[in-house]
């Protein structure tokens, strides 16, 4: 059964950028699955889709986040990363890594205060 797990720091401050590594194991990052995805849950509020990334590399970003959202991939580390520049403490929020066949990690908490 394939993982997922979160990983990076816990607080970031302000207009700094939050980055996050997703590490698979159990499957093969690239053969087994087509895209892997990024989704945060803020406090009190419903989850949030941020964005894809292929196996090819290609990503898809939400429109609301786009232009300070980066993913990619390592593929010899079974990894992705999630780059989120310019935060805000809006940007407070659980984050999950997840595959295109809804495995989840258990989602770390991210937040952002100065």
């Known amino acids: 059964q394939v993982q997922l797990q979160e990983s990076g720091p816990g607080l970031v401050k302000p207009s700094q950028t939050l980055s996050l590594t997703c590490t698979v194991s159990g499957g093969s990052i690239t053969a087994d699955y087509s895209y892997w995805s990024w989704i945060r849950q803020p406090p009190g509020k419903g989850l949030e889709w941020i964005g894809d990334i292929a196996y090819s590399g290609s990503t898809s970003y939400s429109p609301s986040l786009e232009s300070r959202t980066s993913i990619f991939m390592d593929t010899s580390k079974s990894q992705f990363t999630l780059q989120l520049r310019n935060v805000t403490p809006e940007d407070t929020a659980v984050y999950y890594c997840?595959?295109?066949?809804?495995?989840w990690g258990q989602g770390t908490q991210v937040t952002v205060s100065s």
């Open positions: 997840a595959s295109q066949l809804g495995d």
